[in-house]
């Protein structure tokens, strides 16, 4: 027999009755039944009640025991009597009566349960994360974790792909985020950039000739929290395919798809082909480009009605050039004044001046707006809405792209206060379509609005011919229930279409060639049509959890401020390694305090 196990705690069965074993776990729960004492010993199996009689020589010891302390049982598996057969737990039929114990790894008082939620703040949780991990809930956002990776691995490599790994330390490039930055020590006031994704080497694997790649990879970025979205790093299945077009990409990514959610999700979902919905066409429709096609709602364009109406609010707004907007609130006549004033509120708090309604009773239309509105108006209303006896329209008025930022925040809203949204179902959509350039908001430059390695639609004749803000580029998103799980795109491997692209941003020849010198380079010597993707990990789990943060599918996440609470992390360091490394810190005013001392082991 093992020194430490002859059986794990979630093996045992009623076969296993009359059987000699040894379990090795922790101390989840302790019970005193009238001398009795029943502990409910946990591994990263399962769970096995250990029951322990005073005759035992090392009864007296239990007094000095703390749950999570880590013991050794021998004892001899017995079956329970029907009365106290568990069956939430897969042991739940046998126990196990101790003859012999040892204790492994004592525990001090520990600073939250694990046998049940307590509500430690997640500060706490994060500090002592280990122990955070112990949790039945986050072990199994663990393991499905683990599981997901391995599901990945394994249909990739099924369908033809290779796995291989890139650099981690490489050179910065502006991808959109903020780079992670590391100091070089033998190349003094030089950095290293930790990857925001592999972007170009994956692309070079394609022009040596690798034909199709994954990673599952990690990736780095500065920048702030969310609840779908870590700070500092995140891993994705990064892919990429030579001689393909979109089509063929997408019937690869919803394989995959379709696999993953088949083995783990235990819920409906989309089955491929998913439904393919431009970029413009979202924005207009659900305000988002993450639209979440449980919910039925969307904005309908009723421009015209109000361009020469009596309410002058909205007749003013279509005047400047603006746009009305209405969305279908089904059967809500019998709803409370609150809820109408409510929906309000929340879409001022989200940047609009306010927000009309109209009700259908069935008898009349009701609404403060309805005494500017004609029969015509009012008729027409109802026809482009497809209003029913009982719903509301809601209205916006504003520029075009203030209502589909408002849009974007009343719909799911609204999808929630009226209990539209179906938390059993997976909908899965592309977006596709989307712009190649936009303007930046604050300078009005011409700037990327996805990703600069794309290839535009149309080639070098639409970058010299088109208004660059009309150019579409063969770049996709794949989008679960609002969120994003993927970007990815048709890549542009030729040079002079990439040197003119990246002339309308605003780079000329010398800062591609400075910044993308080994891929443009690559490209001058053969390169293939290629394209890819690159599904998150954390978010498809957190999607297949059912958690509503990404934390809890990370066993050692940051917090929302990117800090490491359990390691320190980010932490001063020594002036030795800083003068090693050729750098002085100079600390805003506010902040300024002496240096550290320089660590005794340096």
């Known amino acids: 027999m093992s020194k430490y196990r002859s059986n794990t705690c979630g093996e045992l069965r009623k076969a296993d009755v009359g059987r000699q074993v040894r379990l090795s776990g922790w101390i989840h729960s302790v019970r005193d039944h009238g001398g009795v004492i029943f502990i409910d010993l946990r591994d990263h199996y399962g769970i096995t009640q250990i029951v322990i009689d005073p005759e035992c020589a090392f009864y007296q010891a239990l007094e000095r025991w703390r749950v999570e302390t880590v013991v050794r049982f021998d004892g001899v598996v017995v079956a329970r009597s029907e009365s106290t057969i568990n069956p939430k737990l897969a042991t739940g039929e046998i126990e196990v009566k101790a003859t012999d114990m040892e204790v492994l790894g004592e525990a001090e008082v520990i600073p939250f349960q694990i046998a049940k939620d307590d509500g430690a703040p ?51 490039s502006p991808e959109g985020a903020r780079d992670y930055l590391v100091p070089s020590r033998l190349h003094p006031g030089k950095f290293y950039a930790l990857p925001q994704a592999p972007q170009q080497f994956k692309q070079l694997l394609m022009v040596a000739g690798f034909d199709r790649y994954f990673q599952i990879a990690p990736c780095f970025r500065d920048e702030d929290a969310r609840a779908d979205r870590s700070p500092g790093e995140f891993y994705q299945m990064d892919v990429e395919m030579s001689f393909v077009e979109q089509d063929e ?90 809820f109408f004033d409510d929906m309000i509120r929340f879409a001022q708090e989200n940047g609009a001046k306010g927000m009309a309604y109209i009700i259908w009773t069935g008898e009349e239309e009701k609404s403060p707006i309805v005494k500017f509105l004609d029969r015509q108006i009012l008729d027409g209303l109802k026809a482009a809405g497809g209003v029913e006896d009982g719903d509301a329209l809601f209205f916006l008025a504003d520029e075009e792209k203030a209502v589909q930022k408002i849009g974007g925040a009343v719909i799911p809203e609204l999808g929630r206060q009226l209990g539209l949204i179906d938390p059993n179902v997976f909908k899965f959509c592309w977006i596709v379509d989307f712009p190649m350039f936009e303007l930046d908001e604050e300078t009005g430059a011409t700037i990327f609005s996805h990703n600069p390695f ?81 599904p998150g990990v954390d978010r498809m789990v957190m999607l297949l959890a059912d958690e509503p943060n990404i934390r809890e599918v990370i066993a050692f996440p940051f917090n929302q401020q990117a800090q490491d609470l359990m390691m320190n992390a980010p932490a001063e360091v020594t002036l030795k390694q800083l003068r090693e490394l050729h750098i002085e810190i100079k600390l805003p005013k506010k902040q300024e305090k002496p240096q550290s001392a320089e660590a005794p082991w340096n």
């Open 122 to 172: 997640e500060a706490m949780r994060l500090k002592y994360r280990f122990l955070d991990l112990r949790r039945e809930q986050l072990h199994r956002n663990i393991m499905l974790r683990s599981k997901v990776i391995a599901e990945m691995r394994r249909y990739m490599t099924a369908q033809g792909f290779n796995e291989f790994q890139t650099p981690i330390l490489t050179a910065s």
């Open 249 to 338: 990409i997408f019937e690869v990514i919803e394989g995959l798809i379709a696999d993953i959610f088949e083995k783990f999700s235990g819920k409906e979902f989309s089955r491929p082909p998913f439904v393919r919905i431009p970029y413009r066409e979202a924005m207009r429709r659900f305000g988002s480009d993450k639209p979440d096609l449980r919910n039925p709602l969307e904005m309908i364009d009723v421009t015209e009605l109000f361009r020469n109406c009596g309410f002058k609010a909205f007749a003013g707004a279509v005047a400047a050039g603006g746009v009305v907007r209405a969305i279908r609130a089904p059967k809500v006549a019998g709803k409370p004044r609150k």
């Open 454 to 534: 794309s290839m535009p639609q149309g080639g070098m004749k639409a970058l010299e011919e088109q208004n660059p803000l009309d150019i579409l580029a063969y770049q996709y998103d794949i989008v679960c229930n609002g969120i994003e799980l993927s970007s990815g795109a048709i890549r542009n491997h030729q040079p002079e279409v990439m040197y003119k692209a990246f002339e309308i941003a605003g780079y000329d020849r010398s800062v591609v060639d400075e910044k993308f010198g080994g891929m443009i380079n690559a490209f001058k010597l053969g390169a293939p049509p290629h394209g890819g993707i690159a």
